[in-house]
């Protein structure tokens, strides 16, 4: 039987090598920032004003237009915050448009993606507070539905609820009591929830949304959240109010 043998260059014998496994250790992490301020505004690039001018334009004219104005800066925290009474608020003014009077709005704090800020309110911050495609719906809850619902807001430390709602809940997120309009859930009764078709699906760990009956889920693009939110704006503007909203003790820790 005849013997072959593979000769390797020089050459050859480093590329293998090269290509062995390599085992690598990190030994330093950095890291900066950069930031992003009125800075940048004094040495203006003429030549990238002049490529974005059409650009600008365009973005300026769809996001650019006044809905109204907000009295004071305003975000979104738990358990309770200005911004996320304001959303679950807009939510039962706008169900006279459907031909239904709500007793309670809830609007998920996950849902809401940025801040107001004092002063004139435009598409663009609307768009940016509700991005998604979230559309107003409508539910009937038992009050023993309801109060499971409200144990589950508790358990994720608060969400947006409308005025009316009082509950109490634990620093460690459990339920201890809730009202609604000053009076205790009974537990036989009906109650009729505004809320998005997000939450109602069960997300954000509200399945007791998916218990419900007479849902109401309107699916045209019109019932978007944020076209609610402008329509609110709007008819503020219109009778020359400005929009305020503020803590007032519907979720209460103790």
């Excluded at 959303?87 to 009077?101: C, G, R, T």
């Excluded at 399945?207 to 609110?232: E, H, W, Y």
Aim: with cysteine; aromatic share 8%; hydrophobic share 40%.
């Amino acid at each position: 039987m005849r013997k072959r043998y593979l000769l390797l260059t020089p050459f050859a014998a480093l590329v293998m090598v090269s290509c062995a496994p390599k085992h690598y250790q990190l030994t330093q992490v950095e890291r900066s920032r950069i930031i992003i301020d009125s800075r940048f505004d004094q040495n203006p690039d003429a030549a990238a004003a002049e490529f974005l001018a059409p650009y600008k334009r365009v973005n300026d004219s769809i996001m650019g237009p006044v809905m109204g104005q907000v009295a004071h800066n305003m975000h979104a925290t738990r358990p309770e915050s200005d911004l996320s009474n304001l959303l679950a608020d807009i939510l039962v003014w706008a169900a006279k448009d459907y031909n239904e009077q709500p007793v309670l709005g809830i609007y998920n704090m996950g849902g809401i993606r940025a801040d107001l800020t004092k002063g004139t309110v435009t598409y663009g911050d609307v768009l940016d507070i509700a991005p998604f495609e979230n559309k107003i719906c409508f539910v009937t809850l038992t009050g023993e539905q309801l109060m499971e619902l409200f144990s589950q807001i508790a358990a994720t430390g608060g969400e947006g609820v409308s005025k009316g709602t009082e509950l109490v809940i634990t620093k460690d997120n459990k339920l201890v009591s809730a009202k609604l309009h000053g009076k205790e859930i009974d537990p036989k009764a009906e109650y009729r929830i505004t809320t998005i078709n997000y939450l109602l699906e069960g997300n954000d760990k509200m399945t007791a949304f998916r218990k419900g009956s007479n849902k109401v889920a309107p699916q045209d693009p019109s019932n978007n959240t944020r076209f609610l939110i402008m329509n609110f704006f709007r008819d503020k503007q219109a009778k020359g109010e400005i929009v305020d909203a503020k803590v007032e003790g519907r979720i209460v820790v103790k």
